[in-house]
């Protein structure tokens, strides 16, 4: 069965940080992009951020630019998203994301597998 299974979500105050590891069983992902999304309460799932699969490019959403870092382990098949200066407005549940496509389009292109999710909560 193909997986992608998150960890590192939890409950940090606002300016502290988290890392999101995103592994992969089942199949190997090399050759895909990888990418997280998340979804807010009461709000549609958003782009946050992407990696090619040679890892040579990386690809954010304006609110998380210069705060997030996005980075992936070929080897041990996982992406992770370093997330520091967390606000408030950062809470959400976090899904890791592989597709076949270009990592640039990733935003906005059909998503071949999806995670479980991660909560990530930031309070004030």
């Known amino acids: 069965q193909v997986q992608l299974v998150e960890s590192g979500g939890g409950s940090v105050q606002a300016g502290g940080s988290l890392r999101l590891s995103c592994a992969a069983s089942?199949?190997?992902?090399?050759?895909?992009?990888m990418g997280w999304f998340r979804q807010a309460p009461g709000k549609e799932r958003e782009f946050v951020a992407a990696?090619?699969?040679?890892?040579?490019?990386?690809y954010y959403a304006d609110s998380v630019k210069g705060r997030f870092t996005i980075s992936r382990d070929k080897v041990k098949d996982t992406v992770y998203l370093q997330m520091n200066s967390l606000k408030p407005e950062d809470t959400a549940v976090y899904y890791c994301?592989?597709?076949?496509?270009?990592?640039?389009?990733?935003?906005?292109?059909?998503?071949?597998?999806w995670g479980q999710g991660t909560q990530v909560t930031v309070s004030s």
């Open positions: 994301a592989a597709d076949r496509n270009p990592a640039r389009t990733m935003a906005k292109d059909p998503i071949d597998y």
């Open positions: 089942g199949r190997t992902f090399s050759r895909y992009a």
């Open positions: 990696i090619s699969w040679t890892a040579s490019s990386t």
